[in-house]
């Protein structure tokens, strides 16, 4: 049976990163975002990712969406097999949190939270619905910021830790019908949402922030979803992954 990914946020970053490690062991990738703005990116993954890749406009915060979305992608490839949800996004503004504003919060809560829970639900009931062969699997790629906190971006660290417990929660209760829930914690990993604060970062890490010494990348990511979503780890579900190069462990 064709092994089938859906991965929001797919077009760029890691989520793209994902698709690519996926494509690479014989998966066809469904790719969900919003286009506005993205239109070239979106072409860009389209023609590195080759016939295996289809991409499906999607807002995140438009719940009742959803079933369409996977109407789709079955459509397009047959059942999802592994569902990725990896779409976020930042702060609007780094600031003082004493100066946040409830637009951004609220944008935070809506995508990376409320959006996200909706869509990993109608995934999971589709799965629950399809056969379970191959393995069915669903990853949540939070952040070191669901544990690490940055005052200037609580909003988005609140809504990672949220997530978190979100992945926990679908863990516990997919784990009786056989369907891995993970959750990966990248660190400083270099996307479009970094670009920013590279500088920053550069001397950070420069100055031993991250004991591996270098920027993460989306390959590295990709490279631990791939044994994760082919069950060489079903045992293992519900377990929190940090992809950080060594960022989260506490140090003196």
């Given amino acids: ?82 569902f990725v949800s990896n779409a976020g996004v930042p702060a609007m503004q780094r600031g003082d949190l004493l100066e946040m504003t409830p637009e951004s919060f609220d944008r935070c809560m809506d995508v990376n939270l409320r959006g996200a829970f909706f869509l990993v639900q109608e995934a999971a009931r589709r799965m629950l619905r399809a056969s379970s062969d191959p393995y069915r699997s669903i990853h949540f790629v939070t952040s070191v910021s669901a544990s690490m906190i940055s005052t200037d971006r609580a909003e988005y660290c609140i809504s990672k830790a949220g997530a978190s417990m979100m992945a926990q929660s679908f863990a516990a209760r997919l784990a009786p019908e056989g369907i891995g829930v993970f959750e990966l914690r990248p660190g400083i990993i270099a996307t479009p949402m970094t670009a920013p604060v590279a500088e920053r970062y550069d001397d950070r890490i420069a100055g031993g922030l991250v004991p591996a010494g270098r920027w993460g990348q989306p390959a590295d990511i990709g490279t631990v979803v791939v044994p994760l979503a082919e069950g060489r780890f079903d045992f293992a579900t519900g377990a929190v992954i940090p992809v950080d190069g060594g960022l989260s462990i506490h140090r003196l």
């Fill in 1 to 82: 049976m064709t092994r089938v990914a859906l991965i929001t946020g797919g077009q760029q970053g890691i989520g793209l990163g994902i698709a690519r490690a996926l494509v690479d062991a014989g998966w066809r990738v469904a790719l969900a975002a919003e286009l506005e703005g993205a239109a070239e990116t979106v072409r860009a993954a389209l023609a590195e990712l080759g016939e295996a890749a289809s991409y499906h406009q999607h807002d995140l915060r438009q719940i009742e969406d959803g079933s369409g979305l996977i109407d789709a992608v079955e459509q397009a490839h047959g059942p999802i097999t592994t």
